[in-house]
Structure formats: C-alpha cells, structure tokens
C-alpha cells in the first residue's frame, strides 16, 4: 500500500511540464558538458600524478575521528 | 517547534609528506597547522598565536552516551590535549587529532552559511600548506587531500553537528535517522573506486557512491574509530545540557561540491526539523541496516531493493522521495525559519527535487552537482579514453586526486563544480565568524583581545585582564553572542577590561 502512494508522488503533473520544458536545455547541457570533459580529459595528463602505482601505494593514513 | 538547526562540520583531513615518506603524520599536522597561525601572527599584528590561546578542555565529555548508558566494551573517545589546538577569529577551531590535521567550522545558523565557513576552511588549509612549505626542508611539501579514505582500510570522518531539542526522545531520532543516513548517500556520497570492506574482494566493486559505506558496523553506538555506527551516540552538547542535545553525524563523505555540502546539511536539518515536529507518520525499518548502507553504495543503478522489516522493499530513492515530500508538506505546515527562513530552506526543498529527479532519470546531468557522478564520469571517461580496467593504478589515483586541495592539482577544482559562494563571501569567512551564532562573539573577542584572552572553548571564553583571577565567560547559548545581540557592546569597550566590566554590570543589573 505504501509502494503504491510511492508511485504517485513521485510522478506529480508539474514534473512531467518541467520535463517537457527542459528537454532541450537538458541536451543542450549535455552537449557542453561533455566537450567539458573532452578538454579536461585532453589536458589531464599534465596534472595526473606521474608514477600512479607508486602514488598509491605511497598514500597511507592512519585512521581518524 | 523545532528549534534553529545551529550547525557545524568538523573535517580530518589527509595529509602527506611529499619527499619525505616515513614521516609522522602527527608531527606533518604540528607543522602544517604551526605555519599557518605563525603566518597569521606574522602578517596581523596582535593575532594570537596557537601557544597563546589554547582550546580548554574542561567541558570535553566525548564519552557521555545519549542513551543515557554505555555498553560494556566500548571505548570511549580520549581528549589529547597535548596536540596543537587553534582557536581562529572566524570562531573555528584549528587541530591536530589522532594523526590528521582537523577543522571545526564555527557554529553555523542555515545550510548556505555552512558552506561558506566549509570553504573558508578549504581556503585556511590551502594557505597552510604554502605557509608550511617555507618551513619544510627542500624538496618536501605538505599534502592535504579533502577525502575519508586511503583505499587500504584506513579511513577518517567529516562529522557534522545538529542542535536539537533535549525534550526529543533519542530513540525517535535513531529510528528516523537510520533510513535516511542509509539512503542520502545517493546524492551526497563523494564516490570511491574499489572497496575496503572486511571480507570483500576490492576487484568486485570498480566503484562505489560513498567513501565510508565500508567502515560502519553497528546501527547505533558511541565509538568513532572503530566499529562505526550508522547513529553516534556521543552526547556531549557543548551548550545547556537541559535544553539541547547535539546530534553527532559521523557517517557522512567529506564534499569537495558545494551543492552536496549544502545538500547534504540542509535535507538533514529538515528531517531532523520533522523529528522534532513528529511530522514523519512513517518509519522506514530497514531489515538490515549495515548491508543496505552498503548495498545502496555499490548500486550505481539506485535500483536495488532494501528489504524492510515489515515485509516488502524500498529503494534508496523511494526512501528519499518520500521524506523530500514529507519536507515539502513541512514547510507548508510548519516553515522553513529553522532552516534558515523560505530563501534558503527554498533552496534546500528545489534542489533536492532536481537531485532526486536527475538520480531517477539520468544521473549524469548532476556531474556539476554530485561528488561521485562528477568522480564517476572523470574516471570512466579517463578509463574509456584510455582502454583501461577498473583496478588500474591510475584510476585509483584519480580517485585520490580529486581531494587533493592544490588548487592546480585538485581535480575536483577542473570537473567544473558549480559554485553557491562567491570568493569574495569565502575570503571573508576565512578571518571573520558567522555573526548569527555565538561563533561571532567568540572570533569577535580573538580579534580584538588577543592578548586578554588565554582559553577558548565551543560554550566559554576565559579571559586574562591582569590583577583578577582569570574570567571565564560562558556561552551556553548557541544563538547568543550574535553580532546582533552583543555588536555595540563590544564596539563600546575599548579593552577586555571594559568587556568584563560591561558583562559584570549587565549581569547585576
């Protein structure tokens, strides 16, 4: 019984407008956010720890709180 | 009503000496935490510096249990009060605790003025590792990474702190807390390759939601260290122990996303809010708690069922969705004042409908947002690019490096992370204290009086005004000291002296 009121919240009349209306400025996003990542992805090397197993090896904390 | 959710978060940080591997990570914390109040001390004349003011710990009870009783075997939290121990003017505290570097933001009143003391605090440590390297032998340097994990089993806590009122009963805090910590990761978990887990094979999990889902153990408890519950216990209100209860949150990742910061705070604040309310008619008994908290973590889906212990299963988000729409309905019925009035708490209510909505749809469109989304598509776009298996070492090092806090390392800085605080609001938050708590009398009176000031503490102040024994001034009150309840008195007194003066008289009077 609880699933079932579940459902109905989670698909109020106002969210499928905002969906409709969003449709393209939420590819739009996409588009810009995925060339983002094509140039971060480009340039990250430069930044990346240069001997990655060495790196991990070596980060070693001692446990908190 | 609910009362005013005063908030704060204490983060420990990881540290690494760079050039210098066996290092003490004790001594790393000293030195790093040394350099920056030195600097401060240098650069600002008068600021006090860490010998000066020292935190007292008179009122530490880390080993007082909110239910009213400790269980056989446990461990209580030590106070070491050997270590360095910073009091700042903007109300934080600045420490070395365990083997990690440790900041406490100041007492916050709402969601968006957490975030901005979080981010200053990101900025202290930023200037603290520059103020460390002129002190550090050529060639080393001082690391400080933002995360909770080092991905060998060793792992540290970004805790936050909630007031709440005494009168509530523990028991319905812990019944209503548990479903929520377990399914709020989804959209504030910092995002993790591999598992750390006892038992688990690290290759069985590529990634996972949460840095800390593997190390808790037990539902409910007072350990931190070890055997980590979901709800801690530790009662140890830092304020009138007749009128409030601090909750203690131990469970929650370290966010380097503002968005997750404030969501993080801000949804819990209003759960809480409807603890206090009894606005929450239902209670999500999870079967099993531990595993759904880790079943959640692994599920990158956010379709797997948790079996509840009526019978029957929920999601994660059918979890959330429901107490999102017990908030809405709240804020009807009740307000938002306690979280920081309709702008703010409007805030909190909209964007975690946009975060649940994105969660359900397309996880992706929250990579500017969500820590582990925007962890997630870094790595799984390096990993795409590069041809590479989930257990590559250098994925794992993405992993770390996304906490690293050098701002032309870290890359959480490069993922293009929304911002919520400007730089302008952060720089001031960095020296100055929120002025809605009593954080603000307390950073106003370091700022002012360094010199007469010889102890600080969350709930007092002890004062030095030569020839009188030393005066500690109280502050039991989380939301006096305000820069509106006591900001012309201190504008009129020119020394401590007069402060005290002042206070005395108000006191008789």
Redesign the interface.
């Known amino acids: 019984m609880?699933?079932r009121e579940?459902k109905k919240?989670?698909a109020p009349a106002k969210?499928d407008e905002e969906v409709v209306e969003d449709a393209p400025q939420?590819s739009d996003?996409?588009d810009a956010?995925k060339a983002?990542?094509?140039d971060?992805?480009d340039e990250?090397d430069e930044?990346?720890?240069t001997n990655?197993?060495e790196?991990?090896k070596?980060?070693?904390?001692?446990?908190?709180? | 009503m609910a009362l005013q959710k005063v908030l704060g978060i204490e983060t420990?940080f990881?540290?690494?000496v760079r050039g210098a591997?066996e290092a003490n990570?004790i001594a790393a914390s000293s030195v790093l935490i040394n350099a920056y109040v030195s600097e401060l001390a240098r650069s600002t004349p008068g600021h006090p510096s860490a010998p000066k003011v020292g935190w007292d710990f008179e009122d530490e009870h880390p080993g007082n249990d909110a239910r009213g009783f400790a269980p056989q075997g446990t461990m209580a939290?030590e106070v070491e009060t050997h270590l360095v121990n910073a009091v700042l003017t903007n109300g934080a505290r600045y420490y070395v605790?365990?083997?990690?570097p440790?900041l406490s933001t100041p007492e916050c009143a709402d969601p968006r003025s957490i975030v901005q003391w979080d981010r200053a605090a990101e900025v202290i440590l930023q200037r603290s590792m520059v103020a460390a390297r002129r002190t550090l032998p050529e060639g080393q340097e001082l690391v400080i990474y933002k995360n909770n994990?080092?991905?060998?089993g060793?792992?540290?806590?970004c805790?936050e702190n909630y007031l709440m009122d005494r009168q509530v009963p523990f028991g319905r805090i812990v019944a209503h807390a548990i479903p929520f910590f377990v399914s709020r990761q989804v959209f504030c978990g910092a995002g993790k390759t591999g598992t750390e887990a006892t038992g688990s094979d690290k290759a069985s999990v590529p990634f996972q939601i949460s840095q800390r889902a593997d190390f808790f153990e037990e539902e409910v408890g007072l350990e931190?260290?070890?055997k980590?519950p979901i709800v801690n216990t530790r009662d140890e209100p830092h304020a009138d122990a007749q009128k409030y209860r601090r909750l203690h949150v131990?469970i929650g990742d370290a966010n380097l996303s503002e968005v997750a910061t404030f969501l993080k705070v801000g949804t819990t604040a209003l759960m809480l809010c409807m603890v206090e309310d009894e606005f929450l008619p239902?209670e999500w008994r999870l079967a099993a708690p531990i595993q759904a908290l880790r079943l959640v973590s692994r599920d990158l889906t956010m379709r797997q069922p948790l079996e509840l212990a009526e019978g029957?299963s929920?999601t994660a988000l059918?979890i959330q969705?429901?107490f999102f729409?017990r908030a809405k309905k709240y804020a009807d019925a009740f307000g938002l004042d306690a979280i920081g009035g309709d702008e703010i708490g409007g805030d909190v209510l909209a964007r975690w409908e946009q975060a649940l909505?994105g969660l359900?749809t397309?996880p992706?469109?929250l990579?500017?947002t969500v820590d582990w989304v925007a962890k997630h598509?870094?790595l799984e776009?390096?990993r795409d690019?590069h041809g590479l298996d989930w257990t590559?070492?250098?994925l794992?090092?993405?992993d770390?490096?996304y906490h690293d806090l050098r701002p032309?390392?870290g890359?959480a800085a490069?993922?293009?992370l929304e911002r919520l605080i400007g730089d302008d609001d952060v720089e001031h938050a960095v020296a100055h204290p929120p002025p809605e708590t009593r954080a603000w009398f307390r950073g106003e009176c370091l700022r002012r009086f360094p010199e007469a000031i010889v102890a600080a503490n969350w709930d007092s102040l002890v004062f030095d005004i030569g020839g009188d024994p030393l005066r500690r001034v109280p502050m039991m009150e989380p939301l006096r000291g305000t820069q509106a309840m006591v900001g012309s008195l201190l504008d009129r007194c020119a020394t401590a002296g007069e402060l005290i003066a002042a206070l005395d008289a108000a006191a008789k009077s």
């Open positions: 609880a699933e579940l919240k989670q969210q939420t996003k996409g956010l983002e990542l094509d971060l992805l990250i930044v990346l720890e990655a197993e790196f991990v070596g980060y070693v904390q001692k446990g908190g709180e | 420990e990881g540290i690494l591997p990570p939290p605790d365990h083997a990690h440790e994990s080092d991905g060998k060793n792992s540290y806590g805790h931190t260290t070890l980590r131990i239902r029957g929920a059918e969705w429901e729409d909505v359900e397309d992706t469109t990579a500017s598509r870094l776009g390096y690019r590559d070492a250098r794992a090092a993405m770390i490096q032309d390392k890359l490069r993922v293009g």
